[in-house]
C-alpha cells in the first residue's frame, strides 16, 4: 500500500488492466481478431489453435489488409480506422471500433501481425509481453496473419484462473460459430492441434449456413414468421431466423444464437419473450434451438456498454421483445402440436356451495377475507375448525355471498379396480398437479421417455427398511396414492416414489454399468460444441460403459451402459454433453458421472402424474419403498408422502371428547 495519494498510472500497468477486461480468455482473443477480419472484408478466415488457444492462435484472412505505415499505430492503445469522431459513436456500423484489441492481447503475449494490401509488399511487426518491434518486409498473400503464443504466460496468477484446455475449445467453437451464422458469404475453417473442427464453406443463403452448422437438426427448424399486424407496428426492428418446433428441445439454453445487426451476443434478455412465444407448447424445463437475426437501425443499438461487446443496449427493448414474442406464437400457429399438460396450474377448485342461513362472523373469517382482499395473489390457509354447521365455506375461507372467482379447472375422477375406491370429483379431464419452477427444472428430462411400469423392473436386494405394511386403497387424481398404514393414511407422491426406486435401482446396481454392444453401431448426430464436450470426457464416458468410434469426426456409439434403456441413447448423450459445461462443475468424477447418468434414467422412467396405475402396481410401489434407504425423499429432496393421523382426523372432525 502507498501513502494515500493518487499516482497516475504507468503504461505498463495500465495496459494490463485494460487486458483483464478485454482479454478474458483464449476464446476472447479469437473472437476480437475474427471480428478485426470480417470488419476487413475478408471472405476466408482460417483459425488454427494449440492447446486450447493457450499455446498458440493464428487467424489468417484475405481481407483488404493494413497498410505498412500504420502496423506500429495499429498496436498503440484507442487506435483505430473504424472512428474518426464522438458522433460516429451513435451509428456503429463495424463490429471493432475501441482500437484495444491488439494492444490488450499483446501485452499478455508473444505476438505477431503479418499484412499485405492489395498492389503492395507484405511486412509484419511483432508485440512481446507489451514491448514493440519493428516493422519488417515479407512475403505473403493479400490478407492479414495475426500469430498468438504462450498466451498469459507472463501472468501466473491469471493463467491460474483459466479453464481447462479442452473446455476452453468448446469456448472456441462457439465464437466461431456464432460469427459464422451473422456471415454466410464467408467461410470459416476451425483447426485445433492439427484436426479440423469446422469447415464451413461460405455461400448466399442462411438456411444453407445452418446446415453447414447445425447439419441435420436445421431440418427440424421452421423459419421464423412475423405477423402480418406487425407491418403497421411503429418501428423498423425486424426479425428473421429459424426456431426448432416445440418436440426439438435441449436440457440448456447453449443452443439459442441472437445476432444483432450482424453481431452475436448473448442469448439471456431473450430467453424469457422466446419462451412466452413458445407459452405452454415447450415442455417445462427445456429450451428451443433457435438462430435469431434482428435488424434495427444502428443509432437503436449502443454497443458500447460492455468491454467484450457481448452485451448491447436497445432503444426500443420492449417494443423487440414484443415482436420476437408475436413472431415465435404466430409461426407455431402452422406447428401441429398438442400443448404440455404440466403446464398448467389449475390451483384449488371452489366447493360447490348450497343456500345457507346467516353467517356467523369470526375473528379469523374478517382476517381471512381481509387478507384475500388486499393481496389477492396471497391465498390465506383455510381454519380448521371455523364456526358452526350452518355456515359453509369455500376453500378460500369465504362465505358464499363473496363473489366467485373464475372457475378453475377440475380435478379428474380417479378409478380403482374396486368400485368402492373411487373417489368422485366433478368431471372427468386430466390435470396435471403443478410445480414449481425449480421443480419443473429438476424435471425437465422427464417427458422423453416412456414410463416403464414398475411391474416390469427387476427386483430390488432384500428389505432394508423396518416399514409396516402398507395397503393401497385408491388413486386421486391418477397422480396420488391413498394408503393405509396402520393408524395413518398416507398420501405418496406416485412420480416421486417411482423416481427414487429406479435412481436406487439403477445407481447402485452393477450390472447397470456394464457394457451393451451394438450390433450395428448408432451414428450421433453432433454440433461442434457437443463433440468437443465429448473428447473433454471421453474416459469418463468410457468408464461408465460407453465406447465410440470417431472417424473424420463422423461419431458412433459402439456400447452403451446397460442403465439406458429404450431407443433415446441419443437423446440421454446430448443432454450428459449439454450438462458438462465448464462453468457448473456438476460432473468431476465417474462417481458423479454415475449419479448424472441414473439421475436422468430415474427422470425418464418414472411414472408420471396424471398416469393410473393398476391396484398392483401401486403395491409393487409399496414393496419396493421397504427396499431403498431413504423411500420419503426424492432425488430431488422433496418429500414423497404426506401422512395423515387418525387422531389429527378426529379431532379436525370433533370426535375427540
Same mark, same amino acid.
Request: negative net charge.
Given at each position: ?12 500497468? @495500465? ?156 469456448? @472456441? ?10 456471415? =454466410? ?16 464453406? $461460405? ?48 436440457? $440448456?439454453?447453449?443452443? @439459442? ?99 345457507? =342461513? ?50 378453475? *379447472? ?19 379431464? &386430466? ?69 427414487? !426406486? ?16 451394438? &450390433? ?18 471421453? *474416459? ?33 448423450? !446430448? ?52 427396499? &431403498? ?29
Amino acid at each position: 500500500m502507498g501513502n494515500g495519494r493518487i499516482l497516475q498510472l504507468d503504461d505498463d500497468t @495500465i495496459g494490463h488492466i485494460a487486458a483483464g477486461e478485454v482479454v478474458e480468455r483464449p476464446a476472447q482473443v479469437i473472437k476480437e481478431l475474427l471480428e478485426n477480419s470480417i470488419d476487413a472484408q475478408s471472405t476466408s478466415v482460417v483459425v488454427n489453435i494449440q492447446n486450447g488457444g493457450f499455446s498458440s492462435i493464428e487467424v489468417i484472412d484475405n481481407g483488404k489488409g493494413i497498410h505498412h505505415d500504420d502496423l506500429k499505430i495499429a498496436f498503440q492503445r484507442h487506435a483505430t480506422s473504424k472512428l474518426q469522431q464522438q458522433s460516429d459513436l451513435e451509428e456503429i456500423f463495424s463490429l471493432g471500433f475501441r482500437g484495444e484489441a491488439l494492444a490488450s492481447i499483446g501485452i499478455v503475449s508473444e505476438m505477431e501481425l503479418s499484412s499485405r494490401r492489395e498492389g503492395s509488399d507484405g511486412f509484419s511487426i511483432s508485440m512481446k509481453y507489451g514491448d514493440l518491434g519493428e516493422v519488417e518486409q515479407c512475403g505473403m498473400p493479400v490478407g492479414t496473419n495475426v500469430s498468438v503464443r504462450d498466451l498469459f504466460s507472463n501472468t501466473p496468477a491469471r493463467l491460474a484462473f483459466q479453464k481447462r484446455p479442452q473446455s476452453e475449445v468448446a469456448k @472456441i467453437i462457439d465464437a466461431v460459430v456464432g460469427h459464422a451464422l451473422a456471415n =454466410p458469404t464467408i467461410a470459416f475453417v476451425l483447426n485445433s492441434d492439427g484436426r479440423t473442427l469446422l469447415n464451413i464453406p $461460405k455461400n448466399e443463403d442462411d438456411r444453407d449456413r445452418l446446415y453447414d452448422i447445425l447439419g441435420a437438426q436445421a431440418a427440424e427448424m421452421v423459419e421464423l414468421l412475423s405477423p402480418p399486424e406487425d407491418d403497421s407496428v411503429p418501428g423498423f426492428e425486424k426479425w428473421r431466423g429459424y426456431i426448432s418446433t416445440p418436440e426439438t428441445t435441449r436440457g $440448456k439454453g447453449d443452443e @439459442i444464437h441472437i445476432l444483432v445487426n450482424g453481431r452475436p451476443i448473448a442469448s439471456t434478455p431473450f430467453l424469457n419473450s422466446i419462451r412466452k412465444g413458445y407459452k405452454t407448447r415447450l415442455m417445462q424445463g427445456r429450451h428451443p434451438i433457435a438462430v435469431l437475426y434482428l435488424e434495427c437501425p444502428p443509432k437503436d443499438v449502443d454497443v458500447n456498454v460492455h468491454p467484450t461487446k457481448r452485451e448491447v443496449r436497445l432503444r426500443h427493448s420492449w417494443r423487440i421483445l414484443e415482436r420476437l414474442e408475436r413472431a415465435i406464437a404466430h409461426t407455431l400457429l402452422a406447428i401441429p402440436t398438442l400443448p404440455d399438460a404440466s403446464a398448467s396450474l389449475p390451483g384449488l377448485d371452489y366447493i360447490v356451495q348450497q343456500p345457507k =342461513p346467516s353467517p356467523v362472523t369470526s375473528p379469523q373469517l374478517v382476517q381471512d377475507e381481509q387478507t384475500h382482499s388486499s393481496t389477492a395473489p396471497v391465498k390465506p390457509q383455510p381454519p380448521a375448525w371455523v364456526a358452526s354447521a350452518g355456515l359453509q365455506l369455500n376453500l378460500q375461507g369465504e362465505s358464499k355471498d363473496e363473489p366467485e372467482p373464475a372457475k378453475k *379447472e377440475p380435478r379428474p375422477i380417479s378409478t380403482s379396480p374396486l368400485a368402492q375406491a373411487t373417489l368422485p370429483t366433478s368431471d372427468g379431464r &386430466i390435470v396435471s398437479p403443478p410445480l414449481s419452477s425449480r421443480e419443473r427444472e429438476l424435471h425437465r428430462y422427464g417427458s422423453i421417455q416412456e414410463t416403464i411400469s414398475p411391474q416390469n423392473e427387476p427386483p430390488l436386494p432384500e428389505a432394508i427398511n423396518d416399514l409396516p405394511h402398507m395397503e393401497p386403497l385408491a388413486q386421486f387424481a391418477e397422480s396420488y396414492i391413498l394408503v393405509q398404514s396402520n393408524d395413518d393414511l398416507l398420501l405418496i407422491d406416485q412420480h416421486a416414489l417411482h423416481e427414487r !426406486i429406479r435412481y436406487e435401482r439403477i445407481r447402485y446396481q452393477d450390472q447397470d454399468w456394464e457394457k451393451q454392444h451394438r &450390433i450395428v453401431p448408432q451414428k450421433v448426430d453432433l454440433t461442434a460444441r457437443q463433440q468437443a464436450f465429448l473428447e473433454a470426457n471421453i *474416459e469418463m464416458l468410457h468408464d461408465i460403459g460407453f465406447e465410440f468410434s470417431n472417424h473424420e469426426q463422423e461419431w458412433n456409439i459402439l456400447a452403451y451402459p446397460m442403465a439406458i434403456k429404450g431407443d433415446h441413447i441419443e437423446e440421454v448423450l !446430448i443432454d450428459i454433453l449439454n450438462d458438462l459445461s465448464e462453468d457448473a462443475h456438476t460432473i468431476p468424477t465417474i462417481e458423479k458421472m454415475k449419479d448424472h447418468v441414473a439421475f436422468l434414467q430415474a427422470c425418464r422412467g418414472a411414472v408420471k402424474a396424471n398416469e393410473k396405475l393398476s391396484l398392483a402396481e401401486m403395491r409393487r410401489l409399496l414393496d419396493d419403498m421397504k427396499n &431403498i434407504p431413504n423411500p420419503w425423499a426424492c432425488v430431488h429432496g422433496r418429500p414423497t408422502s404426506l401422512k395423515l393421523s387418525i387422531d389429527a382426523l378426529d379431532h379436525h372432525f370433533g370426535r375427540h371428547g
